[in-house]
């Protein structure tokens, strides 16, 4: 996310002028309670563009379906440039561990599920080196009987400084 910010190349900047951190909080209580935490770390590879990985824990607990409680986790690979100021390119490769509903078996169990996500966002600074991101994201290979999202569109709300 520190890519809106100026950074010239030739004065060489070092690789800790050159990182970011961030990540996203989210937080659903009532019927179904979510509690999601995802850090981030990102290097600027040039003035426009990004790259980085991220983790993934989420805790779950769905009152409608008895036995959907629990927690998921995994980790993420991110590309990101910077297409105007303040708006990017985005994608990113994630691969979640989940308890799925296996229905052969009638019963849940631990799964790796993968994502491809394609997509772009908007950055709004907050100060010199921090700001909030807004990503709008497509999933490639969305499966409707597989996948970890319900639907092959994300949007996430995060931040970074």
Avoid: C
Avoid at 110 to 136: I, Q, V
Wanted: proline share 5%; no cysteine; aromatic share 22%.
């Amino acid at each position: 996310a520190f890519g809106q910010r100026e950074i010239d190349p030739d004065e060489n900047p070092s690789f800790k002028d050159r990182m970011y951190f961030g990540g996203n909080l989210g937080l659903q209580f009532g019927t179904v309670t979510l509690i999601d935490v995802s850090p981030l770390a990102g290097v600027m590879i040039t003035p426009k563009f990004s790259s980085g990985i991220g983790a993934t824990y989420q805790y779950y607990d769905d009152n409608r379906f008895q036995g959907s409680a629990g927690s998921s986790y995994g980790g993420r690979v991110f590309t990101r440039y910077n297409v105007l100021p303040n708006i990017f390119a985005y994608s990113e490769f994630e691969s979640i561990n989940w308890n799925a509903y296996n229905f052969f078996n009638d019963r849940f169990q631990r799964t790796w599920t993968d994502a491809f996500f394609l997509g772009a966002g908007y950055f709004a600074p907050f100060g010199p080196r921090g700001g909030a991101n807004f990503t709008f994201l497509y999933n490639l290979i969305h499966d409707n009987r597989n996948s970890y999202y319900n639907e092959p569109y994300v949007i996430r709300v995060g931040f970074v400084m």
